[in-house]
């Protein structure tokens, strides 16, 4: 277990649905990325919050938004999916900046049909 | 701008074998520099790390070094065993992006 938890593990929906994502970082980390992982994309960043507030923004498509609460867990919001939004979606945390390593969670594999 | 540039792949090794992953970066200033490890279905795993130029990291038989001249981190591992299937992914941090590499798929056979 490495402290990061996500929910769902896995989500099956229908194209033009919406979805929420969840992560709770691991105790002490202020700071939650996502990425998303395709098997065409590799490994993609879209978005970073620290103590609540945006802090860098990668491929993130304008169909999804996220934020990070008061609690420093964090949801991602995926609407009007499309069948190429299908991926495993990863929440990583960290304690400050990206120089100390990350710790990601184990996931949610979304499935759209 | 900063990106890592990592050997493509899969490699299949037979177990015990010597294994090496090439990995190559460009940045700006001093970054650091990771491995992770993905074992199927499961996240991204950090393997090992160096924060500095001639730092060396090591975890589970893996070594990296970090080596500013060539802007080199290659993985090595003397004998693989068939537990290292997995895919394993270089890494930068300039301290406020985190920069991965594609991944490289190893898969060890007995």
């Known amino acids: 277990d490495s402290g990061v938890t996500q929910t769902p593990k896995h989500l099956i929906t229908a194209t033009g649905q919406r979805v929420t994502l969840r992560c709770s970082p691991r105790?002490?980390?202020?700071?939650v990325y996502w990425y998303q992982q395709s098997l065409d994309q590799g490994l993609q960043f879209l978005i970073q919050?620290?103590?609540?507030?945006?802090?860098a923004k990668g491929n993130i498509l304008e169909r999804f938004s996220a934020q990070q609460f008061p609690d420093l867990h964090s949801e991602l919001n995926l609407s009007s999916l499309e069948l190429g939004d299908s991926a495993l979606y990863f929440c990583?945390?960290?304690?400050?900046?990206?120089?100390?390593?990350?710790?990601f969670g184990s996931g949610t594999r979304l499935t759209v049909v | 701008g900063d990106s890592v540039t990592q050997m493509e792949g899969p490699v299949t090794l037979s177990e015990e074998a010597f294994l090496t992953i090439n990995c190559t970066y460009t940045?700006?200033?001093?970054?650091?520099l990771f491995w992770y490890v993905q074992y199927p279905g499961e996240g991204l795993q950090l393997l090992l790390k160096?924060?500095?130029?001639?730092d060396k990291g090591s975890n589970k038989g893996f070594e990296a070094t970090y080596r500013k001249e060539t802007t080199s981190f290659h993985l090595e591992k003397g004998s693989v065993q068939v537990s290292d299937s997995a895919v394993y992914f270089c890494?930068?941090?300039?301290?406020?992006?985190?920069?991965f590499g594609t991944g490289t798929s190893l898969t060890v056979i007995p």
């Open positions: 990583a945390s960290s304690v400050g900046g990206s120089g100390y390593g990350y710790t």
């Open positions: 105790s002490g980390d202020l700071s």
């Open positions: 160096a924060t500095k130029a001639d």
């Open positions: 940045a700006t200033g001093y970054p650091s």
């Open positions: 919050y620290y103590n609540g507030e945006e802090r």
């Open positions: 890494a930068l941090s300039t301290g406020n992006q985190f920069y």
